[in-house]
């Protein structure tokens, strides 16, 4: 039986492994660098975690249950605490809590009145016109102020893609926002009613659901997806060429050796997938993947004396606006959302530079990361002294950016699987940026191969299991 070829080893290509092989349908993973799990990746120096990417998955999906369930992780599994129910946002150099109610938003030092005023008016205006593309940072401004963008989704935006509001497609990046203005006119009158539908569906929104980690970070799902595809995953095997042939596949990997397969999953963040070489009937041309952009993102994890932090740190974390002039994008308070993250006595925060805002400060010298960290840090959080912990990671190139045009990029990709048979494409370069969105995809990737094996045997042989994940 010839096998499925997963190309690339981050969370969305280990979950459809996973998934396919639980269906008894084999798999072959080759991961061009040397360990697997993508930017998710724990760090455990005596009683301190750093995560070096991803903190917390949200639950927005039944699909992430089934996969923490079939993993048998549900008691690892770690849900975060009342302490990180509050969400800040930075304005006048002051972290403000952002309002959970329509009381509070009235009541909130957030928002000037003009600004609330405006943001009620919403129900009132009308929608875009057909066929135009904004910008989120359009769509808002134009539906909702330019304070509320400014103070709202500014820093929203820096902290989900990274990105700038005024590049970022609404329609793309942020499609529920899109379809509840064309669907309701209002996205007050389209998030009520919409919440009917999720609930019905069994979808929970983003900013309702919960979230977890596990007692050991998130390097725990992936060490157990690892375990259980044992012998079937290949390090340090980058993949050039894929080769469609009339019964399936071949994969040419470095140094002459190749793989026949019955089908293909790219599992790659868009610029590797550009630079494959594909051939077949007719060849695929897929070079202009490398124009979408992936701005630099520095993380930088710091410990301190509890003493040490004027703030209570009582919350998930806080945003920083552009206009408020700091270097970080923002930080998580990492110990509040989750146990085992620091000493007793002790707190860590883990803060963000770079993205579309300042993609030179995320290329900067570790050390020198540190230092921008600590002095916005102190001016907002009150933090004095020097860390007891400290861990710096650098991606040079993090978070897809779906920006105003991107979607001809996800018209290539989705014509990349109509056009050659047996060749999918999953992940975060198409199908959503948080690591939810990830595990989704890989799930719904591994039924769609499953599907498509079903409706021609001959690329696989008889199968002894429901091929349906």
């Given at each position: ?330 930080s998580l308070f990492s110990s509040s959302l989750f146990p085992g993250r620091a000493p ?42 020097r860390p007891t912990f400290q861990h710096v990671a650098v991606y040079r190139q993090a ?71």
């Amino acid at each position: 039986m010839k096998p499925v070829a997963i190309i690339g080893g981050g969370i969305t290509g280990l979950t459809a492994a996973f998934w396919l092989k639980s269906r008894d349908i084999p798999v072959r993973l080759f991961e061009g660098g040397d360990r697997v799990g993508g930017v998710i990746q724990s760090v455990r120096r005596g009683e301190y975690l750093a995560e070096c990417g991803p903190n917390s998955i949200l639950e927005t999906s039944p699909v992430i249950s089934d996969l923490i369930r079939a993993l048998g992780l549900g008691t690892r599994r770690v849900y975060s605490g009342p302490l990180a129910e509050n969400r800040y946002v930075v304005r006048g150099g002051k972290p403000l809590v952002i309002p959970s109610s329509p009381g509070g938003f009235l009541r909130t030092p957030l928002f000037s009145f003009p600004a609330k005023m405006r943001v009620l008016a919403e129900p009132f205006i009308g929608r875009a016109p057909e066929g135009v593309e904004e910008s989120i940072g359009q769509f808002v401004q134009r539906r909702l102020g330019r304070e509320f963008l400014d103070y709202a989704i500014d820093p929203l935006v820096a902290g989900i893609y990274a990105g700038n509001p005024q590049m970022l497609s609404v329609t793309q990046a942020f499609p529920k926002l899109h379809a509840l203005e064309q669907r309701y006119r209002s996205l007050f009158v389209g998030q009520f009613l919409g919440a009917k539908e999720r609930k019905r569906s069994g979808q929970v929104s983003k900013q309702d659901a919960k979230k977890f980690s596990f007692d050991n970070g998130l390097q725990v799902l992936i060490d157990t997806l690892q375990s259980r595809l044992e012998g079937e995953i290949q390090t340090g095997a980058p993949v050039h060429c894929l080769r469609r042939g009339e019964d399936g596949w071949t994969v040419d990997l470095d140094h002459g050796a190749a793989l026949e397969c019955g089908a293909v999953l790219l599992a790659l963040p868009s610029h590797k997938m550009a630079a494959l070489e594909i051939l077949g009937t007719p060849p695929l041309e897929i070079a202009s993947l490398s124009e979408v952009q992936y701005p630099p993102v520095a993380s930088v994890v710091l410990s301190f004396h509890r003493a040490d932090v004027a703030h209570a740190l009582d919350g998930f974390g806080m945003l920083i606006p552009e206009k408020e002039g700091f270097n970080i994008l923002g930080s998580l308070f990492s110990s509040s959302l989750f146990p085992g993250r620091a000493p007793e006595g002790e707190v860590t925060i883990t803060s963000y530079i770079g993205g579309a805002r300042h993609p030179s400060l995320a290329l900067k010298k570790a050390d020198e990361l540190v230092e921008l960290t600590l002095k916005d840090l102190g001016t907002i959080l009150g933090v004095r002294g020097r860390p007891t912990f400290q861990h710096v990671a650098v991606y040079r190139q993090a978070i897809p950016q779906y920006n105003v045009g991107f979607g001809k990029y996800r018209a290539l990709m989705n014509a990349m699987e109509l056009k050659a048979p047996g060749l999918f494409v999953a992940g975060h370069a198409r199908d959503g940026v948080s690591l939810g969105d990830s595990m989704v995809s890989g799930h719904n990737a591994a039924g769609k191969i499953g599907a498509f094996f079903a409706s021609n045997p001959t690329h696989f042989g008889n199968l002894q299991h429901p091929v349906t994940v």
